[in-house]
């Protein structure tokens, strides 16, 4: 099994910044994407943005220039760093993470959700 933390959400001001933190742990062998998806009240679950195990990435247009994912694969950790934050972007923020154990099938586990509240 596997087990996400998620950590870094809040409230912030329009403008402002946060940076979110989610941990892998458990039965990891190798962890092959690392994403971040998030939903408004009211609407369904979108993707935000990606980073492969060759530290490839890509974003939702609505947060390309604002928003940077990285990852340290020492740590099985993936971060997201969210500047100029927009009332718009205020949502649960999931992490996602899809990988191999040292047994059994592949996995793809979710985080809790940790939710991002920007005022304007």
């Known amino acids: 099994q596997v087990q996400l933390v998620e950590s870094g959400g809040g409230l912030v001001q329009a403008g402002g910044s946060l940076r979110l933190s989610c941990a892998a742990s458990?039965?990891?062998?190798?962890?092959?994407?690392m994403a971040w998806y998030r939903q408004a009240p009211g609407k369904e679950r979108e993707s935000v943005t990606q980073?492969?195990?060759?530290?490839?990435?890509n974003y939702a247009d609505p947060v390309k220039g604002r928003f940077t994912i990285s990852r340290d694969n020492a740590k099985n950790t993936v971060y997201l760093q969210m500047n100029t934050l927009k009332p718009e972007d205020t949502a649960v923020y999931y992490c996602?993470?899809?990988?191999?154990?040292?047994?059994?099938?592949?996995?793809?586990?979710w985080g809790q959700g940790t939710l991002v509240t920007v005022s304007s």
């Open positions: 996602n993470v899809l990988g191999n154990p040292w047994r059994g099938e592949s996995f793809n586990a």
């Open positions: 458990g039965n990891i062998a190798t962890i092959n994407v």
């Open positions: 980073i492969t195990i060759s530290a490839a990435t």
